[in-house]
């Protein structure tokens, strides 16, 4: 803000031109209230340096270079696009690749061998289990064997020693050929007792409800033990379609060949001991049951022949020889 | 820059650089070798220097070259403060211009370029100090103090008139 103090200041800025509109306004407004400084203020505005009248010129030749010729403006080279580098796949970095595809099989190997062994200590732990339960049950087996030789072998482990307990008593009544399906039926699966009049549908689907070749854990406490004594022949003519499994064949007649070779039940305390030794053969491989099941299912499709004679045993159709 | 654009700067800035050295030094040979050195100086760092600031750039040189002459040549007789005595008798003369002229030879060579640089050119303080190597304050109390300087004489010989 201007006033009597500083207003020479202010009068110097006017004339150096480095105050704002504003401000020249201010300064202007001032001298109007303060005519005494006009005078003042109108000679340091003329005391400025007008280089018009002083216009001296130089003689500008002596300082010009020559303009010569830009040599990039002399020699311009354009690049012939038609030629090109022959055989460029040549050039190319493979290493990279290579090392990223062997990683991937290498990858792929360790994968595959964590698989195998975890399966096989998969497999392993059941066969162990397998044959734990199986030596708990013939331990205990000679343990009331030896108390109770005409006993049957109970165990209360599974629902298959019952299945067993049936089968000691069907051989000691002597219907060894009941006992045969008996035992290819508890070895393969438990199942309610199916009728006569179970139309084709009801009996596809039994057959792929209860596959037969599943541990000992799927079987149903609840369900009505097999009677092997109640077996009959059913002519296959009867039935409106059906499903045979040639896997069930097999294992029957491996059945009965364990049936013909052991002794008579009701004097053999080591029935049981052989009828686990036979579960413990058949189901060795667990590999061995998944291909059977593909077999099984794969197979259920074609239809029994109709001269063929089959025993009901629950939902399986055990052929008989004629 | 390039030869086309040293030779642009040639054209603008060659009047004006001589003219300032001229009023400075009042000789003007000394004058057209401190402008031809300076534009030498600027063709040799040509790569460094670029065409928009080629003016401030020929106005630092030629001030660096001017003070240097003068230190070297002792010709300006510097008078600092005017007195009485030294203006008892001179002829006066009623043209304000030419007092003007003869106040600014007796302001020091660093008062002289700020008033010139700041009246012929038109600079600010702050362009002002990049030539002279000043800050923007001093630049402004230097060239204050020359312009009161400058009244002080002029207004006194008015009154003598």
Known sequence: ?322 | MTEREYNDCVDAHADGVFRFILKNLQHEEDARDIVQTAFEKMWKNRASVVQQTSKSYLFTVAYHQMIDHIRKNKRVQLVDTFDEGSRVGREVSPDLKQELEKALQRLTPLQKSLVLLKDYEGYSYEEIGEITALNASQVKVYLHRARLQLKEYVGKLENII
């Open chain 1, 1 to 322: 803000m201007i006033n009597l103090l500083n207003y020479e200041t202010f009068f110097l800025l006017y004339a150096d031109g480095e105050l704002s509109p504003a401000e020249q306004e201010s300064v202007l407004e001032f001298v109007k209230q303060h005519p005494l400084l006009e005078e003042e203020f109108n000679l340091i505005c003329r005391l400025k340096f007008n280089p018009g009248k002083d216009l001296v010129k130089m003689d500008k030749s002596i300082l010009k270079k020559e303009m010569a010729e830009d040599p990039e403006m002399l020699y311009v080279f354009e690049p012939d696009l038609s030629i090109t580098c022959p055989n460029k796949s040549a050039l190319y970095k493979k290493e990279r690749g290579a090392i990223v595809y062997r990683f991937r099989m290498f990858a792929a190997a360790a994968a595959i061998l964590f698989s195998a062994g975890i399966v096989w200590l998969v497999m392993g732990e059941k066969q162990q289990d397998a044959s734990l339960a199986q030596q708990d049950i013939s331990v205990q087996q000679e343990k009331q064997l030896s108390s109770n030789p005409e006993g049957a072998v109970v165990s209360a482990v599974d629902a298959q020693e019952k299945n067993i307990q049936h089968v000691i008593g069907i051989q000691q009544v002597g219907h060894k050929h009941n006992a045969v399906s008996a035992i290819a039926a508890g070895v393969f699966a438990p199942t309610t007792v199916a009728t006569l009049e179970g139309t084709a549908s009801q009996l596809s689907v039994v057959q792929k409800e209860n596959i037969g070749l599943q541990t000992i854990d799927n079987v149903v406490h609840d369900q009505n033990p097999i009677d092997a004594s109640n077996a009959s022949i059913v002519d296959v003519s009867a039935k409106p379609s059906t499903k045979r499994n040639l896997s069930e064949a097999a294992l029957v007649a491996a059945a009965e060949r364990m049936a013909i070779t052991a002794a008579p039940m009701a004097s053999e305390p080591n029935a049981a001991l052989l009828i686990n030794a036979a579960l413990k053969e058949e189901k060795k491989s667990a590999f061995r049951s998944i291909l059977r099941t593909i077999n099984r299912r794969l197979l259920n499709e074609q239809e029994l022949p109709e001269d063929q004679k089959f025993i009901q045993v629950a939902n399986f159709y055990i052929p008989v020889n004629k």
